[in-house]
């Protein structure tokens, strides 16, 4: 089951993981949210990480705790 977060607008989106390669070949996952749960990319919410919401817009964003 994925991690899902409700904004402060009251919508629900989930937590989504991703392995992309970079230019220099480096391997790097990347987290997002959507509003659908997607089963393939589903994750939990990675140790260390937590969710940021931007107060203008409700838009949600991982980063690491301090």
Do not use: C, W
């Amino acid at each position: 089951m994925a991690y899902k977060h409700t904004n402060s607008k009251g919508v629900t989106y989930y937590l989504n993981s991703k392995e992309v390669t970079l230019r220099g070949g480096k391997l790097q996952t990347i987290y997002y949210f959507s509003k659908d749960e997607r089963s393939e990319t589903a994750t939990d919410l990675p140790a260390g990480m937590e969710v940021n919401e931007n107060p203008r817009n409700g838009f949600l964003t991982v980063k690491r705790t301090k």
